[in-house]
Every structure is written in C-alpha cells, then in structure tokens.
C-alpha cells in the first residue's frame, strides 16, 4: 500500500485518535480496561464510558469537509448513491463503488469502479487505486448489504442465506481491512462507518439473516475500533433510521406471513418519516470533524428528521 501524501489540513480534519506519529490515545481518550470489553446487555462499550473524539477539543478542529477523500460502497443506488450526492454537494473527493459502476455526482472529483465487496483482492485494488489517485482516503463507508432472504428462518433457501453472509459480513469485513491498511500506510488516521440498523438490537421475525449480520456488524466495529485506535483509526456502527430507498419498497411489498412489522413500515412510508441521505451524510460529516460525540461506544444513530404527519 503506498503511503499517503496528505497535506496538513487534510490530517488535522480527519485526523483519529493518534493525531500524531507516536501511538499514543491523546487527551479525551481511555484505555478500556478489561471490565469495559465485556458485553453488556445491548451493547459493549468498548472505548469507556464514551468515545470521545479528541477533535472536540478547540485547538483540534480545523478546515471543512472541502477536499477530503470518501470511499463509498454499495455506491450505486440508494443510501450508498445519496451519500455519493452529499459528499459531493460538500466539496469531498470520491471513490465509489458497487457491483455496478456507480455514476459519479455532477461535477465530482471520483474514481468509480465495479467492485464485489467479497473479493478481498478487488477490494485492496480499489483502494489503492483512490489512494493512487487522491494521495489518501480520510472516510470510508461499508455500505453494501442487502435484506434478503425475508421469512422464517426454517424456509430460507441455505445458498441465499450463505449470500447474505457473504455480503453483509464478509464484505463489511473485508472493506474494515482495506481501510486499515490504508490508514496504516498515511499520516493523520481516518474514520470508518459501518452501516448498520437498528435491527442489529431488536428482534424482527422474518430478518434472521439480516437480524444477525447487522449485529455482526456492530461487534466487528467494536474489535477494529480497539484493533486501529493506535494507528489513528476511528470506527463507528452507524444506524441511519429507515431511509426510502428500494429496500424499503421491498419490505414494504413483503407479504405479513413473511414479516409481521410490515405494517409499521407501510405506515411510516404513509407519513413519509424517513431520514433523507443528505440527513445521514451530514451526520457523519458531524462525526469526523468533530461536531458530534459518542457516548455509548462505537454504536450510534441517526436522530429522526422532523416530519409533519
């Protein structure tokens, strides 16, 4: 992996919990201790009592969004797509990528590719092609997944359920190791957010496969967050509230044998109470430069939009 060539300001917007060369937690971090890596009842609260990010601090926040380096996947359609939008509406540079080549934002500055997220090698070949072009990547947003199958666990065909895997937890897995050996390679850290749900948490019959990939995805944030923290890396489980996008006409057209909720879904598509993209992506932009604390962890959520109904 070549080594980033960042100029300052980029690493001190986006810079991580070593924000400088030494592997050292700066001030506002604590060391977990053994007691604070247990699980609790929702959810480890692997950095102690909060993650708080050292940017918080006056004299650690500096510059805009404007230049900054974006991976996105899943970044042809959807949230993946409306993310993509907003970055570039902000001034952030791009790489992209999905199954399909996603089309790049009017006026953006990316490198697109079709990219399957299982293929390890496709993967680091995509980075290193965002880094050849863009000299660093300061965000990266595992954002690939898919719903199905949706019903009860014992129909469920086992090729389908093994996809699912495949995609939503091997795929998020794979970009987390992308992504750290990229900011291994540069100067100044950078931020990973895995998407994931609320249904991570809470029991939806019908979402086995979904139920459990989402809650893999919270946990395998929480060992990289602990893993990378030395090297400048902070990573977050990002629920973004329910968006419309084709998952959500999807569930919405799902039968009530197949998925008793469905009738809280159609209801919120009724009211239209969904968070917009641009919503979720200020949200994150909020997470990086320091806007915004955690305080639970690396899980968090995206608040509700207001909406009149």
Same mark, same amino acid.
């Given at each position: 992996m070549r080594k980033g060539n960042g100029c300052n300001s980029v690493v001190l917007? =986006?810079?991580?919990?070593?924000?400088?060369?030494? +592997? @050292?937690?700066?001030?506002?971090?604590?060391? +977990?201790?053994?007691? %604070?890596?247990?699980?609790?009842?929702? =959810? +480890?609260?692997?950095?102690? %009592?909060? %993650?708080?990010? +050292?940017?918080?601090?006056?004299?650690?926040?500096?510059?805009? &969004?404007?230049?900054? @380096?974006?991976?996105?996947?899943?970044?042809?359609?959807?949230?993946?797509?409306?993310?993509?939008? #907003? =970055?570039? $509406?902000?001034?952030?540079?791009?790489?992209?990528?999905?199954?399909?080549?996603?089309?790049?934002?009017? &006026? #953006?500055?990316?490198?697109?590719?079709?990219?399957?997220?299982? $293929? #390890?090698?496709?993967?680091?070949?995509?980075? $290193?092609?965002?880094?050849?072009?863009?000299?660093?990547?300061?965000?990266?947003?595992?954002? #690939?997944?898919v719903l199905g199958p949706i019903g009860p666990l014992v129909d469920a065909d086992p090729g389908a359920l093994r996809r699912h895997i495949d995609i939503n937890v091997t795929g998020v897995?794979?970009?987390?190791?992308?992504?750290?050996?990229?900011?291994?390679a540069q100067s100044g850290g950078g931020v990973l957010v895995n998407i994931s749900s609320g249904a991570a948490t809470k029991i939806y019959e019908g979402w086995a496969a979904y139920c459990a990939s989402k809650a893999a995805v919270d946990m395998m944030t929480a060992v990289v967050a602990t893993e990378e923290r030395t090297h400048g890396l902070r990573a977050y489980a990002l629920a973004p509230g329910v968006v419309d996008t084709d998952m959500q006409a999807q569930i919405r057209a799902t039968p009530a044998a197949s998925f008793p909720s469905v009738a809280r879904f159609i209801k919120l598509d009724e009211e239209q109470a969904f968070n917009s993209p641009g919503r979720v992506a200020s949200f994150i932009l909020d997470l990086v430069e320091g806007r915004r604390e955690v305080s639970d962890g690396v899980r968090i959520r995206v608040p509700d939009q207001p909406h009149h109904g």
């Amino acid at each position: 992996m070549r080594k980033g060539n960042g100029c300052n300001s980029v690493v001190l917007a =986006f810079g991580g919990p070593c924000m400088g060369r030494d +592997p @050292v937690l700066p001030k506002g971090w604590n060391e +977990p201790s053994h007691d %604070q890596l247990r699980f609790k009842s929702d =959810f +480890p609260r692997v950095l102690g %009592q909060h %993650q708080r990010c +050292p940017m918080n601090d006056p004299e650690n926040v500096r510059g805009t &969004g404007s230049g900054l @380096v974006a991976v996105v996947t899943g970044a042809s359609r959807g949230l993946g797509a409306g993310l993509a939008k #907003a =970055f570039a $509406d902000t001034g952030l540079r791009l790489g992209l990528c999905a199954r399909t080549v996603p089309a790049a934002p009017d &006026g #953006a500055d990316a490198v697109t590719a079709s990219v399957d997220v299982t $293929d #390890a090698r496709a993967l680091d070949r995509f980075a $290193d092609e965002v880094v050849e072009r863009f000299g660093r990547v300061d965000l990266w947003v595992n954002n #690939a997944g898919v719903l199905g199958p949706i019903g009860p666990l014992v129909d469920a065909d086992p090729g389908a359920l093994r996809r699912h895997i495949d995609i939503n937890v091997t795929g998020v897995l794979l970009g987390c190791r992308a992504f750290a050996r990229v900011v291994r390679a540069q100067s100044g850290g950078g931020v990973l957010v895995n998407i994931s749900s609320g249904a991570a948490t809470k029991i939806y019959e019908g979402w086995a496969a979904y139920c459990a990939s989402k809650a893999a995805v919270d946990m395998m944030t929480a060992v990289v967050a602990t893993e990378e923290r030395t090297h400048g890396l902070r990573a977050y489980a990002l629920a973004p509230g329910v968006v419309d996008t084709d998952m959500q006409a999807q569930i919405r057209a799902t039968p009530a044998a197949s998925f008793p909720s469905v009738a809280r879904f159609i209801k919120l598509d009724e009211e239209q109470a969904f968070n917009s993209p641009g919503r979720v992506a200020s949200f994150i932009l909020d997470l990086v430069e320091g806007r915004r604390e955690v305080s639970d962890g690396v899980r968090i959520r995206v608040p509700d939009q207001p909406h009149h109904g």
